[in-house]
């Protein structure tokens, strides 16, 4: 039913900042609690940030203080601003309804110098 679409993914330089998107489609944007999840190779994927209907917002200690998670309602829109990046964040990031387990293809993220 509710369909997803990464973007944004890139090669950064460690210290540097990316902006990813998610396209939802195919139901009622506004009533879902949202999340960022990311997978690097040999590692589980974890969750990153989320955002609720109400747009109260949650991180995981890696990226607190560093990433900022936020949603356009009427463009139907997923966000994740991410600055002082680290290599230990490359990693495949994910966008998807909190407790859905239906993944898309995500989008690439490599900080390296």
């Known amino acids: 039913q509710v369909q997803v679409a990464e973007s944004g993914g890139a090669l950064v330089q460690p210290g540097g900042s990316l902006r990813l998107s998610c396209a939802v489609t195919g139901g009622i944007f506004m009533n879902y609690n949202m999340g960022w999840y990311r997978q690097s190779p040999g590692k589980e994927r974890e969750f990153v940030a989320g955002?609720?209907?109400?747009?109260?917002?949650v991180y995981s200690d890696s990226v607190d203080g560093r990433f900022t998670i936020s949603k356009d309602n009427a463009k139907k829109f997923l966000y994740l601003q991410m600055n002082n990046l680290r290599p230990e964040d490359t990693a495949v990031y994910y966008c998807?309804?909190?407790?859905?387990?239906?993944w898309g293809r995500g989008t690439q993220v490599v900080v390296s110098s």
């Open positions: 998807n309804e909190v407790g859905r387990t239906n």
């Open positions: 955002i609720s209907r109400a747009d109260r917002t």
